[in-house]
Nanobody, 123 residues
Framework: QVQLVESGGGLVQDGDSLRLSCTASGRTFSSYTLSWFRQAPGTARQFLAGIDWFGTTNYVDSVKGRFTMTKENTKNSLTLKMNRLKPEDTAVYYC?????????????????WGQGTQVTVSS
């Protein structure tokens, strides 16, 4: 079991940056593959970025080059640094964990989820 808590969301302007954090309790991060998803109203939960057991990252094209995901196993923490934010990035952002070794872009493959943090980008 692992419990995830996100923080760092807020209201920013077009072009601004924001850093989201996800901290875990329970089993350590090193036992899980971890990802960030987001969900805008009326849409499905969307994969953004993932990091596997070996530290390899994978990003969806729409955020590649703007978002950077890092993991610190010793602190059981996960970070998503978001640069050059756009109004279409407005959503609730979630961190998620799964027991498999490989990153999955499918939300239903993840067993554990945080409560989400709202990011709003104004134009």
């Amino acid at each position: 079991q692992v419990q995830l808590v996100e923080s760092g969301g807020g209201l920013v302007q077009d072009g601004d940056s924001l850093r989201l954090s996800c901290t875990a309790s329970g089993r350590t991060f090193s036992s899980y593959t971890l990802s960030w998803f987001r969900q805008a109203p009326g849409t499905a939960r969307q994969f953004l970025a993932g990091i596997d057991w070996f530290g390899t990252t994978n990003y969806v094209d729409s955020v590649k080059g703007r978002f950077t995901m890092t993991k610190e196993n010793t602190k059981n923490s996960l970070t998503l640094k978001m640069n050059r934010l756009k109004p279409e990035d407005t959503a609730v952002y979630y961190c998620a964990a799964r027991g498999g070794a490989l990153i999955s872009r499918v939300a239903s493959d993840y067993e554990y989820w945080g409560q989400g943090t709202q990011v709003t980008v104004s134009s």
